[in-house]
């Protein structure tokens, strides 16, 4: 897709949708991968009723993070409508989640890359962030250094069980690069 286009992700009935990159490769790039933003929108149609609601975003690497609104959480009003984003370093917040293609994807011609989205809803304020982790090691190519250290991060232990629904979205991002192999 060309750079500064934006494409609407339809979700069929199993929750699956397709997203593309925004520009193949990225002018100025540091990564010279992929990349491009999603934008998630998300409405409270309840004429009277107000949800707590939070999004968790799960990498392919199998990390998930919970901060997409502030706090983990917000508070949402009846036809009202919140925009998932990421805490930038001078604590404002976008209302975008970036994306780039990694490496290995393409190294590797595995055929997408995918992410999942898992929203959850109640009626009572509720916390995920007993729920985020870190990306496991990316599989190894021969383009960067691979002696990284591996980091263990102690978590609290999870929060009481509440009263919540969940619904989980599977995004899939074609790579641009896949070749199909010869038979």
């Keep these: 897709m060309p750079d500064g286009t934006q494409k609407e992700v339809t979700f069929n009935d199993q ?3 397709v997203a593309g990159y925004a520009q193949i490769p990225p002018q100025n790039s540091t990564t010279k991968q992929p990349e491009g933003l999603v934008k998630i929108a998300i409405t409270n149609h309840a004429a009277t009723t107000p949800y707590y609601c939070a999004l968790a975003y799960m990498g392919q690497l199998f990390d998930i993070v919970t901060d997409t609104f502030a706090n983990g959480s917000v508070l949402m009003l009846p036809k009202t409508t919140v925009y998932a984003g990421i805490a930038l370093p001078n604590g404002k917040r976008t209302d975008t989640i970036p994306l780039v293609q990694e490496e ?3 190294y590797y011609n595995f055929h ?3 992410f999942g989205l898992l929203l959850l809803t109640s009626t009572q304020p ?3 962030t007993g729920f985020e982790q870190e990306a496991l090691p990316s599989p190894k190519t021969d383009t960067r ?3 990284e250290p591996i980091t263990v991060i102690e978590r609290d232990p999870p929060a009481p069980a509440q009263k919540w629904t969940a ?3 599977d995004v899939k991002l074609p790579n641009p690069y896949f070749t199909a192999p010869t038979p």
């Design 15 to 17: 929750n699956k949708g």
């Design 104 to 106: 290995f994807i393409k």
């Design 112 to 114: 997408e890359s995918f």
């Design 126 to 128: 509720l916390s995920i």
């Design 145 to 147: 250094g691979e002696t």
């Design 167 to 169: 619904q989980y979205f």
